[in-house]
């Protein structure tokens, strides 16, 4: 059973900083790629980072220069660093990681606050 477990959410001012975590079940080098998304109410889930098993990370013009994405093997955690964080980051935070080209999973979500 792979399982997904976020956690590091919280309420922040903005310019502050806040570090999202995504433990897994299994390896993380397991997975074709992790990522990290958000969504607001109303609004789609959209990505904002994602780093592949060779290590490589590729993200949304809205947080380039700001967030980081990086892992952990042995702690089969993938973390989101963000940096500078604005109100408009304010979103639901969701890991997902993909497997097998076709096997897709999803954590609970970990709620971001940034204040003004």
């Known amino acids: 059973q792979v399982r997904l477990v976020e956690s590091g959410g919280g309420l922040v001012q903005s310019g502050g900083s806040l570090r999202l975590s995504c433990a897994a079940s299994?390896?993380?080098?397991?997975?074709?790629?992790v990522g990290w998304y958000r969504q607001v109410p109303g609004k789609e889930r959209e990505l904002v980072a994602t780093?592949?098993?060779?290590?490589?990370?590729d993200y949304a013009d809205f947080v380039k220069g700001r967030f980081t994405i990086s892992k952990d093997s042995a702690q089969r955690t993938v973390y989101l660093q963000m940096n500078s964080l604005k109100p408009e980051d304010t979103a639901v935070y969701y890991c997902?990681?993909?497997?097998?080209?076709?096997?897709?999973?999803w954590g609970q979500g970990t709620q971001v606050t940034v204040s003004s």
């Open positions: 997902n990681a993909r497997r097998y080209v076709t096997e897709l999973y």
């Open positions: 780093i592949d098993a060779d290590g490589r990370s």
């Open positions: 299994i390896r993380i080098d397991s997975f074709d790629h």
